[in-house]
C-alpha cells in the first residue's frame, strides 16, 4: 500500500482524524474513532478486562495513557499549553487550519523521520477538535518498550565512553537531516537495555511538539 492509502484524514463532526491505515486495517476497528483518543474509554476496556491501566507522567510530568490496540503498545497523550499561558488557558490553541496544528505538524513529522530510520516513535493518529476560533488535540504514537530515560539510568550506575558515543551518534543523524530536538536533556533520552538510544516526541514540562524542521543546517552563534 502507498503512503498516499495508508494516510487517510476522517472526519467526525468538527473533529478530524488523521491516522495510518495500517494500524487498523487488520483490525475489527476499520478506522480510528473519537474513543480512541478517550483515556477514560481506555481505563473503562482495561477494567473490564481486569487489567491495569497505566496513565502516568511518562517520561515527564504531562501525562500520558498507554494502552493496547491490535495486540500493539501505544501511546496517547493530549497536547497542553505550557508557561504563564497554561494557567488561564490549559489546552486550546489558536488556529484553523487543521494542517497546520500541532498534532498534524507532529504526526507527519514522525512519519518523516521513520522514512529517514530515525529512532523515533511511529505515529498512529492525530485527532483536532475545532472550536470557533481555536483547537484542542491529541497524538496517539507507538510506545518505546523496556526503555529508561537517560538521567535514570545515571541515577544509578555510571555508563561506558561508549555509550556516551551512541548518544552522541543518535543526536548527530537528527542533526544531518536538520531535525533538533527543543527540549533535549538527559530526562528526553531514552535507552533500552541493548544500549539502543531513542528520542521521544514529548518532553518533561508539557505536551507540544518539540522537534523542529529546519531548511538547512541550524546556525550557532
Known amino acids: ?3 498516499e ?3 487517510k484524514i476522517k472526519k467526525l463532526d468538527n473533529s478530524y482524524i488523521l491516522y495510518d491505515d495500517d494500524y487498523f486495517s487488520d483490525s475489527a476497528i476499520s478506522h480510528p474513532g473519537l474513543q480512541l483518543f478517550d483515556a477514560d474509554y481506555h481505563a473503562s476496556v ?3 478486562s481486569n487489567a491495569v491501566l497505566q496513565q502516568e507522567a511518562g517520561i515527564g510530568r504531562a501525562r500520558v495513557t498507554y494502552f493496547v490496540h491490535n495486540e500493539i503498545a501505544m501511546v496517547l497523550k493530549h497536547y497542553y499549553r505550557g508557561g504563564v499561558v497554561s494557567a488561564l488557558i490549559k489546552d486550546r490553541y489558536l488556529g484553523f487550519n487543521i494542517e497546520k496544528s500541532r498534532a498534524f505538524r507532529e504526526w507527519r513529522l514522525l512519519k518523516k523521520m521513520c522514512r529517514f530510520d530515525l529512532p523515533v516513535p511511529d505515529a ?3 485527532h483536532v ?3 470557533l476560533l481555536y483547537y484542542q488535540a491529541d497524538l496517539i504514537t507507538r ?3 523496556n526503555t529508561k530515560t537517560l538521567s535514570d539510568v545515571l541515577n544509578a550506575e555510571s555508563i561506558s565512553v561508549e555509550q556516551w558515543k551512541k ?3 543518535c543526536i548527530q543523524l537528527f542533526h544531518q537531516k536538520n531535525i533538533y530536538h527543543a527540549d533535549l536533556n538527559a530526562r528526553n533520552i531514552l535507552l533500552n537495555k541493548k544500549g539502543e538510544v531513542y528520542l521521544p516526541n514529548n518532553n518533561r514540562e508539557h505536551s507540544h511538539t518539540i522537534f523542529i524542521q529546519t531548511f538547512g543546517p541550524r ?3
Open 143 to 145: 510506545k518505546i518498550e
Open 5 to 7: 492509502n495508508r494516510y
Open 129 to 131: 477538535k475545532k472550536g
Open 1 to 3: 500500500m502507498t503512503l
Open 124 to 126: 498512529v493518529a492525530a
Open 219 to 221: 546556525k550557532h552563534p
Open 46 to 48: 482495561e477494567q473490564a
Open 167 to 169: 548518544v552522541g551518534v
